[in-house]
């Protein structure tokens, strides 16, 4: 669990501001999957999907954020990785 001050999980429980840092994403992030769990019982199941739902989402920030901007810095200071991979 993050564990941001009082006043910040305040704030971000009344959809006031955006989540500042690591720590507050960290904990807007649970608190979600947590009023997931609420909506039915605890069950595999249930926990299942939020890790399947947690791991396309990272996956998908990866495809569509971190590769391009990977390959953007690559195309500025150049490869580290030899052609062809080996």
């Known amino acids: 669990m993050p564990y941001i001050t009082k006043t ?17 994403l960290n904990y807007a992030v649970t608190k979600l999957c947590l009023s997931y769990l609420d909506e039915g019982a605890m069950s ?3 926990l299942n999907e939020i890790i399947g739902v947690l791991e396309c989402a990272k996956l998908e920030v990866y495809r569509r ?10 195309a500025e200071s150049g490869d580290v990785y030899p052609v062809g991979g080996g």
Do not use: H, N, W
């Not at 910040?8 to 507050?24: I, K, N, S």
């Open 8 to 24: 910040a999980r305040q704030v971000l429980d009344a959809g006031q501001d955006a989540p500042m840092d690591a720590g507050e």
């Open 44 to 46: 595999y199941r249930r």
């Open 65 to 74: 954020m971190v590769a391009p901007y990977e390959d953007e810095k690559m």
